[in-house]
């Protein structure tokens, strides 16, 4: 071999090195196949509401994982009970929120700010408390809403004690509306495309995911 001449690779080394791609790339995409055929067994257990009713309470004020993919598993397992899994989501997640204003108002410094530091999300924290100052209603009905991670709002709307009503009230209507469009475009769906679903399951993980990394961008440089 010449100074110049390129280094050759082996067809066993290139197969070896495709291999490891092949393995990296799959990874994610069975890993969120087996979740959500886990997800998907919820639908018929006798624990899957209570499951159901304590992502949503927790992911509200602590729990960092959204219940959005639990509802949608829920509701394409049993989709005549689209409208329960909805107000189940709802409640819990209201009540999930009552209690991050609550720990935001009382014991910030030995609960909350943990939970902010956990998450690495203290710019995002200073950054809600300044959306507060403007519109206080409007920032908590955009939060709940969308993918915004809600119980960053729900804390700071305790520490800073904004009106507890009209907290309560944001929450239920943004929550309220989020989960039942979700529930609801799984019932219609979920009946007719379950197969579909199935199949391209850790493509729309994978959207939901990057969905909810852009709530978080959104926090730092949009409010």
Not at 179 to 190: D, M, N, R
Request: glycine letters at 6%.
């Amino acid at each position: 071999m010449t100074e110049n001449e390129p280094e050759r690779t082996s067809p066993g080394q290139a197969q070896r090195k495709d291999s490891v791609f092949i393995k990296i790339v799959n990874w994610p995409r069975k890993t969120i196949r087996r979740l959500y055929a886990w997800m998907m067994k919820w639908g018929d257990s006798p624990w899957a509401e209570r499951a159901l009713f304590g992502f949503s309470f927790s992911e509200s004020s602590f729990f960092p994982i959204p219940p959005d993919p639990l509802l949608i598993a829920m509701t394409v397992s049993n989709t005549k009970k689209w409208l329960r899994f909805a107000l189940i989501t709802a409640t819990a997640s209201v009540l999930g929120a009552a209690l991050g204003y609550l720990i935001g108002f009382f014991v910030f410094e030995t609960i909350g700010q943990p939970i902010i530091d956990a998450y690495h999300l203290q710019s995002d924290f200073e950054a809600v408390q300044q959306s507060y100052t403007d519109t206080a209603f409007l920032a908590v009905f955009a939060a709940g809403f969308t993918p915004i991670p809600f119980k960053v709002f729900t804390l700071a709307g305790g520490f800073i004690g904004i009106n507890f009503p009209a907290f309560i009230l944001a929450s239920f209507l943004s929550r309220g509306a989020r989960f039942a469009l979700v529930s609801w475009l799984a019932h219609k769906l979920g009946a007719k495309y379950k197969d579909k679903i199935e199949k391209y399951i850790d493509l729309l993980s994978l959207i939901f995911v990057v969905l909810l990394v852009l709530g978080f961008v959104a926090i730092r440089y949009l409010l």
